[in-house]
């Protein structure tokens, strides 16, 4: 499966995270949810209750993995941040930390999966720096 975050978290394992955060950034997060394959990404907890058991299984596994790679991404993000803000490079230190609020706010809105929301609020919140 190929969209943005596909290509953000290669970005981030190649250790570039300039290009990761200028993905982010220029496509914008709520945009990279709409256009996502990825259809737990736009399906609220209502529509998730009324999956089939085995549909609702396989969508629950793929969203915490997806949940995984989002939160390994967001630590990373912020790792980049602090060490940039230490070398003086205050703006791209501001775009990290700036993608990695986009990114808990767009999980923690309150038509997601309520997993989202909740990884979102704490994504959202490490990101206020």
Do not use: H
Request: glycine fraction near 6%; include cysteine.
């Amino acid at each position: 499966m190929t969209d943005g975050f596909t290509a953000a978290f290669q970005f981030a394992a190649e250790g570039d995270f300039k290009e990761c955060v200028a993905l982010l950034r220029s496509e914008g997060i709520d945009q990279m949810f709409s256009d996502s394959p990825r259809g737990y990404l736009n399906l609220s907890e209502s529509e998730f209750a009324e999956l089939p058991a085995g549909e609702r299984t396989a969508v629950q596994a793929e969203a915490l993995d997806f949940m995984a790679s989002v939160s390994s991404l967001a630590r990373d993000l912020i790792d980049q941040a602090e060490a940039a803000k230490a070398r003086g490079d205050l703006e791209f230190s501001k775009e990290c930390f700036t993608a990695v609020y986009e990114i808990g706010d767009a999980l923690a809105q309150p038509d997601q999966l309520e997993v989202f929301q909740q990884k979102g609020r704490a994504i959202r919140d490490a990101a206020k720096n």
